[in-house]
């Protein structure tokens, strides 16, 4: 295994009764990097996850997590990683030092190592003052934290964050965002799986992104956003009956189709030409009397190359076998 991937994956396959959750994913997460793993609800990401955390075997393909084979070293496997998973695996009943401590020792430490590990780490997350309450007067965030901090107690070699944001509010989530940079900037590899765009920007090295099982693009975001080119021209109508005429208009200057988003009137096309499509669409919409509310020209996001990948945005159905 080459030294500089810490994690791989090649053809994973797995299917769930008639329902193929995974069909020949392949994955490489470098040493001391972060992959961000996309994908809508019931792509197949927390699949791969069990799979690499030695949690589900593949029906077909192999992978290895710090030179360790899943399948025929699991024990090795477990010892080389830390996982926080989509809810905080936190004991309510005790508090965030016993929590800590328990993992600790479950690990392996001495009571000694266990008990300096668990300050150090409750100082680093910042839940020293909280050190000694029950952890179920803890707030989303601080729960979140207190997971992350669980899943670094044995000092792993690889680190699976299982879309860590999941359920906190934009505070809780950019405190969560400070927390994994700080421990990017450590050294550590990290797996991050996520629905938010958002995040895979700001957080991953790299993306590779995954829809009903199969990898359908893979590199950092400034190439995924280059894919699919040109600049995006935005209008937000003042009337929603003006949407259809639009839509026309759009279809006139434009380089895709529009795409509409009927609740708040929005609609949005690619264009190559940028100002100076912007200056026609509004020449036409003026003509034909449609007001605006707001317009808009901005460079494609990961949202936009999600949506031109898959044809719909990551918040779908709820995840039922991924």
């Known amino acids: 295994m080459d030294e500089q991937v810490a994690v791989r994956a090649r053809g994973l396959v797995k299917s769930y009764g008639s329902t193929q959750a995974l069909n020949g994913v392949d994955l490489d997460v470098l040493s001391g990097r972060v992959l961000g793993l996309l994908g809508p609800n019931g792509a197949g990401k927390t699949t791969v996850v069990r799979i690499l955390t030695t949690l589900l075997r593949p029906d077909a393909g192999e992978a290895s997590v710090a030179g360790h084979d899943v399948l025929t070293e699991p024990d090795a496997v477990r ?32 009571k000694r190592h266990a008990k300096q590990r668990s300050r150090e780490l409750l100082k680093r997350f910042q839940l020293a003052e909280a050190a000694d309450r029950t952890a179920r007067g803890y707030s989303g965030g601080m729960r979140r934290r207190l997971d992350l901090a669980g899943a670094l107690v044995a000092e792993p070699k690889v680190v699976v964050l299982d879309e860590p944001t999941t359920g906190l509010d934009p505070r809780g989530r950019l405190e969560m965002w400070q927390v994994i940079e700080q421990l990017v900037a450590t050294g550590a590899t990290v797996l991050l799986t996520t629905q938010y765009l958002e995040e895979a920007d700001r957080l991953a090295d790299s993306i590779v992104v995954i829809d009903k099982g199969v990898v359908i693009a893979r590199g950092t975001a400034e190439e995924l956003k280059q894919r699919i080119g040109g600049e995006r021209l935005e209008l937000v109508l003042e009337d929603a009956a003006d949407v259809p005429r639009a839509v026309r208009i759009l279809e006139e200057v434009g380089t895709s189709e529009p795409v509409v988003e009927e609740p708040i009137r929005t609609v949005t096309v690619s264009v190559d030409a940028g100002a100076k499509a912007l200056v ?9 009397h449609l007001a605006l509310q707001d317009v808009a020209l901005r460079r494609p996001t990961l949202d936009d190359v999600f949506l031109a990948l898959t044809g719909r945005a990551t918040a779908t159905d709820e995840e039922t076998t991924s």
């Open 280 to 288: 026609q669409a509004l020449r036409k919409l003026d003509a034909q």
């Open 79 to 110: 010892a080389a990683i830390g996982v926080s998973g989509q809810y905080a695996a936190v004991d309510e009943n005790l508090t965030g030092f016993e929590n800590l401590y328990m993992i600790g020792r479950l690990y392996g430490l001495s």
